[in-house]
């Protein structure tokens, strides 16, 4: 009878029971879509073409999740380019869309109220990154593009 080394036996052992790399959690609340070239831009910024450019958020779970004091922003980092979400609920399975305008919040549409003129936007027409924070400041989701030409991305 031939033996095995106790060392070999031990990894022959320990080898199966290692784990593939974990892959990342898919976050409970994602970025879904981007509307970063509002129809008939450029113009002069009017509200109903800033409202035209908007981001979408889902809450992907069974449990309504609060949103306030989380923040959405873009690449740039100015301080205009930043939302921070009041008391909102996010119900389960549903989607809320913050559009760049002006206008009266609702269950399922937000406003991050800018005005002015093409300064106002918030997305590029070319490339940017979308920036969804906690309240904590942790990193929930982000969306990227690079795709002149375009309207929209599917995140």
Same mark, same amino acid.
Not at 25 to 33: D, G
Not at 42 to 62: F, M
């Given at each position: 009878m031939r033996q095995v080394p106790l060392g070999l036996l031990a990894a022959a052992v320990t080898v199966p029971l290692l784990a593939a790399p974990a892959q990342?959690?898919?976050?409970?609340?994602?970025?879904?879509?981007?509307?970063?070239?509002?129809?008939?831009?450029?113009? /002069?910024?009017?509200?109903? $073409? +800033?409202?035209?450019?908007?981001?979408?958020?889902?809450?992907? /779970?069974?449990?309504?999740? $609060? +949103?306030?004091g989380w923040t959405m922003r873009d690449k740039t980092k100015q301080a205009g380019h930043v939302y921070t979400f009041g008391a909102f609920t996010l119900k389960p399975g549903k989607t809320v869309t913050l559009r760049t305008g002006k206008g009266k919040d609702t269950s399922t549409t937000l406003y991050w109220g800018r005005s002015g003129n093409t300064f106002a936007y918030i997305w590029n027409q070319d490339k940017d990154t979308a920036y969804l924070h906690n309240a904590g400041g942790k990193l929930i989701d982000s969306c990227s593009y690079n795709k002149p030409g375009r309207a929209y991305v599917t995140c």
């Open positions: 990342a959690a898919t976050p409970a609340v994602q970025i879904t879509k981007i509307y970063y070239d509002s129809p008939g831009s450029p113009d /002069t910024g009017s509200n109903s $073409s +800033l409202n035209g450019e908007y981001v979408q958020i889902r809450n992907t /779970t069974r449990k309504a999740v $609060s +949103l306030k």
